[in-house]
């Protein structure tokens, strides 16, 4: 059984889910930083406590919020645990943000269809670092 209400992630356990699920890594300042300018974050742990499967929304709370981290450990992949995410951000956002509100992601090859499910539809994005 996976809880969903315990506390948020730490760094550490933010960067160590981030990496176990082959997503990129980030230096741990801007972890902290990333963290603390949560909108809404998803923290599923298992039994012992471990964080196994996660997802935030960021963004300016108004117009704007951006799905990210959708990760979910790969011995947990493919038992629901991305679509239990999915489905607390969305009823989240569907609850605390103004309608209308640009919801929006870019999603790893393989993972569209778990979006497409919740509504979201192809554009035409673009993305680079600083
Ligand atoms: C993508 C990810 C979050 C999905 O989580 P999950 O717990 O494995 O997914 P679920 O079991 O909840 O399945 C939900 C849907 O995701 C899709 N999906 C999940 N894994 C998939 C895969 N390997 N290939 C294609 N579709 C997949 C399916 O549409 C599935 O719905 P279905 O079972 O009704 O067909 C997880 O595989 C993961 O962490 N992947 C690595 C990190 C990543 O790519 N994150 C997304 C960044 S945008």
């Known amino acids: 059984m996976i809880d969903f209400d315990g506390a948020p992630a730490s760094v550490a ?3 160590a889910l981030r ?12 972890a902290r930083i ?10 599923g ?5 471990a964080l196994v499967a996660m997802g935030r929304l960021v963004g300016d709370g108004g117009c ?3 799905v990210t981290d959708i ?3 790969p011995d947990r992949q493919r038992q629901g645990l991305g679509r239990a995410v999915m489905t607390r ?3 989240w956002a569907g609850a605390n943000l103004p ?3 640009y919801l929006s992601l870019i999603a790893d090859p393989g993972a569209e269809r778990l979006y497409e499910s919740f509504g979201f539809e192809l554009r035409t994005g673009m993305a680079r670092r600083v």
């Open 64 to 66: 704007f919020a951006q």
């Open 45 to 49: 742990r298992d039994a012992d406590g």
């Open 34 to 43: 990333g963290l603390s300018a949560t909108l809404h974050g998803t923290w």
């Open 71 to 73: 990760a979910v450990r």
């Open 89 to 91: 951000l969305m009823d």
């Open 13 to 15: 356990e933010y960067l």
């Open 19 to 30: 990496s176990a699920a082959g997503l990129s890594p980030y230096d741990p300042d801007a």
């Open 99 to 101: 309608a209308g509100c």
